[in-house]
């Protein structure tokens, strides 16, 4: 095994990045309600990530995990004295997002997944006549990213099939903005479609009566007392109106028949129970869904990318200044 000091710089390095990572991926305002509901159809809570700070917290994580596959791509052994990068990250998670299932899940998986990679870097500069820098760190880093795919996907259906309030809160937002109801009162969706509708037409006929009002007192040739006499008219004539045309909307909705049949309510409760029992499921699979396109078409590549650069950077044939400081030093030696 190598030494730690003769690699302390690769370390420091892996370690700084892998912890930014984890530090811009707590300001990116991905909270763990955002995880546990990200089906439904009120988008402003998604509104509040920072696409920036992700996108940083992502190369930054493929910086760490590149600098560890040209390591263990360079190294005679493998070099375990790496996993300090993993481990000091994931006190960087238990710290941020406290302890819990999901915090120390990712954790352990962070530190297995990074020792996947260095196995698997390891063993496949072996099966290359000329190594591949890129083929082989984004064939590791894959595997990494998919263990942490899967626990965060794993830990989210864990949570869900045993806490229901967060289906719950999900059905509630889908019906508030479709039919503008919850859950608790769909067995009363008649009353509840006519309550709407006769708030909405009160706040119509309050704001025309406002409107005219606000007319009066702004245009017109009328002298000051002329004016304030039509004003002071036409509010005790609109609040007579007011009241008439409120009755009329009363009875108008009144002789509507827009309660729905115990067979029709009975239909849409059973499928929002079927939503809420598959719930867990259905997000489980979504976050899985999501993060693995991350994967696959940012973050991945960005590994393979930086591999790359760093593995040609590493392999540049020295100045021919270097060479006659080498060349002389060796002479001296042989003296």
């Known amino acids: 095994m190598v030494k730690i000091n ?33 089906i439904g159809l009120s988008f402003e809570r998604y509104a509040s990530i920072s696409i920036s700070y992700l996108f ?18 360079k190294t005679k052994d493998i070099d375990f004295a790496i996993l300090i990068a993993p481990a000091v990250s994931s006190v960087f998670i238990l710290a941020i997002a406290g302890i819990s299932l999901l915090s120390i899940l990712l954790s352990l998986g962070l530190i297995i997944g990074t020792m996947l990679v260095l196995y698997i870097s390891f063993n496949d500069k072996e099966e290359y006549k000329k190594i591949s820098a890129y083929k082989i760190s ?55 479609i006519k309550e709407q509708q006769r708030q909405a037409s009160y706040a119509y006929i309050e704001g025309m009566g406002q409107i005219y009002l606000e007319t009066l007192e702004t245009t017109g040739d009328l002298s000051e007392t002329d004016r304030t006499k039509c004003i002071s008219s036409f509010q005790n004539n609109l609040e007579a109106f007011d009241t008439k045309a409120k009755e009329q909307i009363d009875a108008q909705l009144e002789s509507q028949e827009l309660s ?7 239909m849409i409760t059973s499928m929002l129970e079927m939503i809420e029992k598959t719930y867990p499921i259905l997000t489980a699979f979504t976050i899985l869904a999501i993060i693995s396109t991350i994967n696959s078409v940012i973050l991945v590549p960005l590994v393979g990318i930086f591999s790359w650069l760093i593995w040609r950077s590493a392999r540049k044939p020295p100045k021919e200044e270097e060479m006659e400081n080498y060349m002389s030093h060796n002479s001296e030696l042989n003296k």
């Open 6 to 38: 003769d690699n302390l710089p690769t370390i420091i390095a892996s370690t700084i990045t892998m912890a930014l990572s984890v530090i811009l991926l707590s300001f990116t305002g991905i909270t763990k309600n955002l995880i546990l509901m990200p």
């Open 56 to 73: 940083l917290s992502l190369v930054f994580m493929a910086i760490s995990v590149a600098i560890i596959c040209i390591h263990s791509i």
């Open 138 to 192: 984004t064939h590791a880093a894959s595997k990494l990213f998919l263990i942490l795919t899967i626990i965060i996907a794993g830990s989210t259906y864990i949570v869900l099939d045993n806490d229901s309030s967060y289906a719950d809160a999900t059905i509630d937002d889908i019906l508030k903005t479709t039919v503008g109801i919850t859950k608790d009162n769909i067995t009363n969706i008649g009353e509840t």
């Open 260 to 266: 729905l049949d115990a067979e029709k309510t009975e």
